[in-house]
């Protein structure tokens, strides 16, 4: 199993580089290979609307003229069973680097001239995928429909043939320069790694447990005391039952 962390925050060591790297640290606690990866460290050109990479059919990504990381890129996200995608708000919106990435893979969707809309290409296997974001704003700003960036992540997960199993907005995190995760948080997101890992083995009880712990990482008062370890036996119930 493979997971590929994507960050597209422009800051090393802040919200969204610690949220990924806990939650590939409970991946691989899982047994299973990570990779995490700063698309500001990447070299992404601007999509140029030629289409040249739409108009053949096919599963494969289209060719692009462009030369640059993309094609890497996409081939290391179309190799992975986990992907964790994350971008803080910048004015309402995932950044304009991740925003450059979810361009490029127009690839991934063949368009050829005289046809109205793009459909996209029926990529081999399915991967799950996390969406991480934050913000200044309380994370309910997000879920009151105020900020996209969580929509926008979602679709780059939709492009890859990802399903998003959880979401995570950490709210209200730039009240001081140097600012990280709390270890209450930290700890419950790598909790949800390991959870992910287990997801396609576990079912809908997995998914519930997903669920149940993305409540805990998604906080807007990280003082809070991680209460993971609650709501993992309260999930675990069913797995007894089945003897696992
Ligand atoms: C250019 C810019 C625009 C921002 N826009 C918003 C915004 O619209 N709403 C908000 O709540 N926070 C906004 N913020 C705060 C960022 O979301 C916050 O600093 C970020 O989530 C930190 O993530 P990081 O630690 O991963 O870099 C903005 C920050 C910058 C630098």
Request: a positive charge.
């Amino acid at each position: 199993m493979k997971a590929l962390g994507i960050v597209g925050s422009y800051r090393k060591g802040g919200i969204n580089d610690t949220a990924v790297e806990a939650i590939l640290q409970g991946v691989a606690s899982a047994g299973a290979a990570t990779e995490k990866i700063f698309l500001a460290d990447q070299t992404i050109r601007f999509c140029n609307n030629c289409r040249n990479c739409m108009q053949e059919p096919g599963t494969d990504p289209g060719p692009c003229v462009l030369e640059d990381d993309v094609p890497g890129l996409i081939h290391k996200c179309l190799q992975s069973d986990i992907l964790i995608l994350s971008s803080p708000v910048n004015f309402g919106s995932m950044t304009a680097v991740s925003k450059a990435f979810l361009e490029r893979l127009a690839c991934l969707a063949y368009w050829p001239w005289g046809t109205p809309a793009p459909q996209f290409r029926k990529i081999p296997g399915k991967r799950l995928a996390v969406l991480v974001t934050s913000s200044a704003a309380p994370a309910l700003a997000s879920r009151l429909g105020g900020f996209h960036s969580l929509a926008d992540l979602g679709k780059i997960a939709e492009t890859l043939n990802a399903e998003v199993v959880a979401k995570l907005h950490y709210g209200l995190i730039a009240l001081k320069h140097e600012t990280s995760l709390s270890q209450s948080q930290r700890a419950a997101a790598i909790r949800l790694g390991s959870c992910l890992a287990d997801l396609s083995k576990e079912g809908w009880v997995g998914k519930l447990k997903l669920r149940a712990i993305r409540a805990v990482a998604q906080s807007d008062l990280p003082q809070l005391p991680y209460v993971g370890p609650a709501f993992d036996r309260i999930a675990s119930i069913p797995f007894r039952r089945t003897g696992r």
